[in-house]
């Protein structure tokens, strides 16, 4: 969204989901440090899983990943990295509204398993405003 310097919507007020080009750098001094960036990404942003967190008690995994809005992702995982050793770990996940960050758990993975390499899918989008 397009803001003037007193914090306030200017016009155009709405881009997209998506912005092509190079924002003007003079325009980067009038952006409130208060502002906030609600959206990043589109349909053909690429996901990025963080590191695994692992309860120690439990055994387990949670992974999270950023997601665009409307994907559906699965979970696989790999104890040997083989092409035909995935398998799928849970039940798909969607994104909500406004997510950039999705999560999925292995339950108890660590306490039954020496070593696990994980993937994520994204199996389907939500259709986008033509």
Do not use: C
Request: glycine share 8%; charged share 15%; proline share 11%.
């Amino acid at each position: 969204m397009t803001i003037d310097p007193n914090g306030n919507p200017a016009f155009p007020y709405m881009l997209g989901k998506q912005y092509y080009g190079t924002p003007n750098a003079g325009n980067a001094a009038t952006v409130p440090v208060s502002a906030v960036e609600l959206f990043n990404g589109g349909p053909m942003t690429k996901e990025v899983l963080e590191s695994p967190s692992v309860h120690p008690v439990t055994g387990t995994v949670t992974l999270t990943w950023s997601s665009v809005e409307g994907g559906t992702y699965q979970l696989e995982a790999s104890d040997t990295l083989e092409p035909d050793s995935w398998v799928t770990v849970g039940d798909p996940v969607t994104a909500t509204h406004n997510a950039t960050r999705t999560t999925s758990i292995d339950p108890g993975a660590a306490l039954s398993l020496p070593r696990r390499f994980y993937q994520i899918w994204r199996t389907s989008l939500d259709p986008y405003d033509p």
